[in-house]
T-cell receptor, first 115, second 113 residues
Framework: AQSVTQLGSHVSVSEGALVLLRCNYSSSVPPYLFWYVQYPNQGLQLLLKYTSAATLVKGINGFEAEFKKSETSFHLTKPSAHMSDAAEYFCAVSGPGGATNKLIFGTGTLLAVQP | KAGVTQTPRYLIKTRGQQVTLSCSPISGHRSVSWYQQTPGQGLQFLFEYFSETQRNKGNFPGRFSGRQFSNSRSEMNVSTLELGDSALYLC????????????FGPGTRLTVL
Protein backbone atom coordinates (compact mmCIF):
# COMPACT_ATOMS: atom_id res chain seq x y z
CA ALA A 1 0.00 0.00 0.00
CA GLN A 2 1.12 3.52 -0.69
CA SER A 3 1.85 5.95 2.12
CA VAL A 4 3.73 9.12 2.92
CA THR A 5 5.52 10.14 6.08
CA GLN A 6 6.18 13.75 6.97
CA LEU A 7 8.90 14.19 9.54
CA GLY A 8 8.20 17.03 11.93
CA SER A 9 4.67 18.14 12.63
CA HIS A 10 5.94 21.63 13.50
CA VAL A 11 8.83 23.48 11.89
CA SER A 12 9.89 26.99 12.82
CA VAL A 13 12.28 29.11 10.76
CA SER A 14 13.36 32.73 10.77
CA GLU A 15 12.34 35.03 7.97
CA GLY A 16 14.96 34.75 5.23
CA ALA A 17 16.15 31.32 6.33
CA LEU A 18 16.01 28.10 4.34
CA VAL A 19 12.78 26.14 4.52
CA LEU A 20 13.10 22.34 4.43
CA LEU A 21 10.02 20.17 4.90
CA ARG A 22 10.60 16.43 4.75
CA CYS A 23 8.50 13.80 3.03
CA ASN A 24 9.23 10.14 2.49
CA TYR A 25 6.98 7.89 0.47
CA SER A 26 6.29 4.22 0.22
CA SER A 27 5.08 2.88 -3.09
CA SER A 28 5.42 -0.35 -5.01
CA VAL A 29 4.97 1.45 -8.30
CA PRO A 30 6.41 4.70 -9.61
CA PRO A 31 4.41 7.29 -7.75
CA TYR A 32 2.96 10.66 -8.51
CA LEU A 33 3.89 12.98 -5.65
CA PHE A 34 2.43 16.30 -4.61
CA TRP A 35 2.92 19.11 -2.14
CA TYR A 36 -0.10 21.12 -1.07
CA VAL A 37 -0.36 24.15 1.22
CA GLN A 38 -3.32 25.03 3.42
CA TYR A 39 -3.85 28.44 4.95
CA PRO A 40 -6.22 28.80 7.92
CA ASN A 41 -9.88 28.26 7.06
CA GLN A 42 -9.09 27.54 3.43
CA GLY A 43 -8.85 24.56 1.13
CA LEU A 44 -5.67 23.07 -0.28
CA GLN A 45 -3.54 24.74 -2.92
CA LEU A 46 -1.14 22.76 -5.09
CA LEU A 47 2.47 23.92 -4.75
CA LEU A 48 4.06 21.41 -7.11
CA LYS A 49 3.81 17.86 -8.41
CA TYR A 50 6.10 15.11 -9.66
CA THR A 51 4.76 12.92 -12.43
CA SER A 52 7.91 11.06 -13.57
CA ALA A 53 9.39 13.81 -15.69
CA ALA A 54 12.23 15.95 -14.27
CA THR A 55 13.29 14.91 -10.78
CA LEU A 56 13.70 18.53 -9.67
CA VAL A 57 10.30 20.12 -9.67
CA LYS A 58 9.74 23.85 -9.37
CA GLY A 59 6.50 25.12 -7.98
CA ILE A 60 4.77 28.32 -7.07
CA ASN A 61 5.96 30.92 -4.58
CA GLY A 62 9.62 29.90 -4.94
CA PHE A 63 9.20 26.35 -3.66
CA GLU A 64 10.83 23.33 -5.22
CA ALA A 65 11.18 19.63 -4.46
CA GLU A 66 13.51 16.89 -5.60
CA PHE A 67 12.38 13.32 -6.23
CA LYS A 68 15.02 10.91 -4.97
CA LYS A 69 14.11 7.34 -5.73
CA SER A 70 17.10 5.88 -3.87
CA GLU A 71 15.99 7.66 -0.69
CA THR A 72 12.23 7.42 -1.40
CA SER A 73 12.08 11.11 -0.57
CA PHE A 74 10.39 14.20 -1.95
CA HIS A 75 11.48 17.02 0.36
CA LEU A 76 10.15 20.54 -0.14
CA THR A 77 12.55 23.49 -0.01
CA LYS A 78 12.55 27.25 -0.35
CA PRO A 79 15.78 29.24 -0.14
CA SER A 80 14.40 32.17 1.81
CA ALA A 81 11.31 32.04 4.01
CA HIS A 82 8.75 34.82 3.96
CA MET A 83 6.20 35.61 6.62
CA SER A 84 3.44 34.72 4.15
CA ASP A 85 4.77 31.13 3.97
CA ALA A 86 3.37 30.39 7.42
CA ALA A 87 0.81 27.66 6.80
CA GLU A 88 0.33 23.90 6.94
CA TYR A 89 2.00 21.83 4.25
CA PHE A 90 0.91 18.40 3.11
CA CYS A 91 2.79 15.85 1.07
CA ALA A 92 0.65 13.41 -0.90
CA VAL A 93 1.01 10.39 -3.16
CA SER A 94 -1.52 9.31 -5.72
CA GLY A 95 -3.46 6.21 -4.87
CA PRO A 96 -2.54 2.68 -5.95
CA GLY A 97 -3.53 1.22 -9.26
CA GLY A 98 -2.75 4.23 -11.41
CA ALA A 99 -5.29 6.26 -13.33
CA THR A 100 -6.89 7.58 -10.18
CA ASN A 101 -7.20 10.91 -8.44
CA LYS A 102 -7.18 9.33 -4.99
CA LEU A 103 -4.57 11.11 -2.90
CA ILE A 104 -2.99 9.67 0.23
CA PHE A 105 -1.83 12.51 2.44
CA GLY A 106 0.81 12.78 5.08
CA THR A 107 -0.06 14.15 8.48
CA GLY A 108 1.06 17.66 7.61
CA THR A 109 3.77 20.03 8.78
CA LEU A 110 2.85 23.35 10.32
CA LEU A 111 5.41 25.95 9.29
CA ALA A 112 5.94 28.98 11.50
CA VAL A 113 8.04 31.90 10.26
CA GLN A 114 9.58 34.11 12.93
CA PRO A 115 10.38 37.75 12.19
CA LYS B 1 -12.41 30.86 -14.40
CA ALA B 2 -14.37 30.36 -11.21
CA GLY B 3 -12.86 27.93 -8.72
CA VAL B 4 -14.40 24.96 -7.01
CA THR B 5 -17.47 25.97 -5.06
CA GLN B 6 -18.75 24.17 -1.99
CA THR B 7 -22.04 24.83 -0.27
CA PRO B 8 -22.80 25.43 2.45
CA ARG B 9 -19.56 26.68 3.98
CA TYR B 10 -20.67 25.99 7.54
CA LEU B 11 -23.24 23.59 8.90
CA ILE B 12 -24.39 22.62 12.36
CA LYS B 13 -26.37 19.42 12.84
CA THR B 14 -27.35 17.18 15.74
CA ARG B 15 -26.64 13.50 16.18
CA GLY B 16 -28.90 11.25 14.18
CA GLN B 17 -29.69 13.81 11.49
CA GLN B 18 -28.54 13.55 7.92
CA VAL B 19 -26.72 16.10 5.81
CA THR B 20 -26.05 16.76 2.14
CA LEU B 21 -23.03 18.71 0.97
CA SER B 22 -22.65 20.10 -2.51
CA CYS B 23 -19.65 20.64 -4.76
CA SER B 24 -19.56 22.50 -8.07
CA PRO B 25 -16.35 21.78 -9.98
CA ILE B 26 -14.45 24.12 -12.22
CA SER B 27 -16.17 24.43 -15.57
CA GLY B 28 -15.09 21.63 -17.89
CA HIS B 29 -13.76 19.39 -15.12
CA ARG B 30 -15.19 15.89 -15.13
CA SER B 31 -13.59 14.43 -12.01
CA VAL B 32 -14.62 15.20 -8.45
CA SER B 33 -13.09 13.77 -5.30
CA TRP B 34 -14.09 14.23 -1.67
CA TYR B 35 -11.91 14.25 1.45
CA GLN B 36 -12.59 14.47 5.18
CA GLN B 37 -10.18 16.48 7.31
CA THR B 38 -10.09 16.12 11.09
CA PRO B 39 -7.42 16.99 13.66
CA GLY B 40 -7.15 13.37 14.72
CA GLN B 41 -7.24 11.50 11.42
CA GLY B 42 -5.92 14.15 9.06
CA LEU B 43 -6.97 14.13 5.42
CA GLN B 44 -8.78 10.99 4.38
CA PHE B 45 -10.14 10.08 0.97
CA LEU B 46 -13.89 9.54 0.73
CA PHE B 47 -14.88 9.12 -2.92
CA GLU B 48 -13.80 9.78 -6.48
CA TYR B 49 -16.22 10.32 -9.35
CA PHE B 50 -15.58 10.64 -13.05
CA SER B 51 -18.35 11.25 -15.56
CA GLU B 52 -21.03 10.19 -13.06
CA THR B 53 -19.26 6.93 -12.15
CA GLN B 54 -17.76 6.24 -8.76
CA ARG B 55 -14.20 5.10 -9.45
CA ASN B 56 -12.93 4.75 -5.89
CA LYS B 57 -14.30 4.72 -2.40
CA GLY B 58 -12.41 5.21 0.83
CA ASN B 59 -12.68 3.22 4.00
CA PHE B 60 -15.77 4.87 5.45
CA PRO B 61 -19.01 3.32 6.68
CA GLY B 62 -22.04 3.02 4.45
CA ARG B 63 -23.55 6.12 6.08
CA PHE B 64 -21.33 8.09 3.73
CA SER B 65 -22.53 8.17 0.16
CA GLY B 66 -22.15 10.37 -2.86
CA ARG B 67 -23.11 10.91 -6.43
CA GLN B 68 -22.19 12.96 -9.46
CA PHE B 69 -24.61 14.53 -11.88
CA SER B 70 -24.39 14.89 -15.63
CA ASN B 71 -23.12 18.48 -15.25
CA SER B 72 -20.27 17.13 -13.05
CA ARG B 73 -21.66 18.68 -9.89
CA SER B 74 -21.38 16.32 -6.97
CA GLU B 75 -23.10 15.78 -3.66
CA MET B 76 -22.18 13.74 -0.66
CA ASN B 77 -24.59 12.60 1.97
CA VAL B 78 -24.01 11.48 5.53
CA SER B 79 -26.89 9.78 7.27
CA THR B 80 -27.36 9.20 10.99
CA LEU B 81 -24.73 11.71 11.96
CA GLU B 82 -22.31 10.92 14.78
CA LEU B 83 -20.19 13.33 16.80
CA GLY B 84 -17.10 11.96 15.06
CA ASP B 85 -18.39 13.16 11.71
CA SER B 86 -17.54 16.72 12.69
CA ALA B 87 -14.91 17.71 10.17
CA LEU B 88 -13.95 19.87 7.24
CA TYR B 89 -15.17 18.21 4.05
CA LEU B 90 -13.12 19.13 1.01
CA CYS B 91 -13.99 18.67 -2.60
CA UNK B 92 -11.47 18.67 -5.43
CA UNK B 93 -11.97 18.73 -9.17
CA UNK B 94 -9.80 18.03 -12.18
CA UNK B 95 -10.26 17.63 -15.89
CA UNK B 96 -9.13 14.01 -15.96
CA UNK B 97 -7.28 11.64 -13.69
CA UNK B 98 -3.80 10.79 -12.39
CA UNK B 99 -1.50 13.54 -13.69
CA UNK B 100 -4.12 16.26 -13.92
CA UNK B 101 -3.94 18.89 -11.23
CA UNK B 102 -6.69 18.70 -8.65
CA UNK B 103 -8.11 22.00 -7.47
CA PHE B 104 -9.63 22.10 -4.02
CA GLY B 105 -12.62 24.06 -2.82
CA PRO B 106 -12.70 25.96 0.48
CA GLY B 107 -14.52 23.13 2.21
CA THR B 108 -17.67 22.71 4.26
CA ARG B 109 -17.20 22.83 8.01
CA LEU B 110 -19.66 20.36 9.58
CA THR B 111 -20.24 20.44 13.30
CA VAL B 112 -22.30 17.67 14.86
CA LEU B 113 -23.72 18.39 18.32
Amino acid sequence: AQSVTQLGSHVSVSEGALVLLRCNYSSSVPPYLFWYVQYPNQGLQLLLKYTSAATLVKGINGFEAEFKKSETSFHLTKPSAHMSDAAEYFCAVSGPGGATNKLIFGTGTLLAVQP
Amino acid sequence: KAGVTQTPRYLIKTRGQQVTLSCSPISGHRSVSWYQQTPGQGLQFLFEYFSETQRNKGNFPGRFSGRQFSNSRSEMNVSTLELGDSALYLCASSFGVAEDTQYFGPGTRLTVL
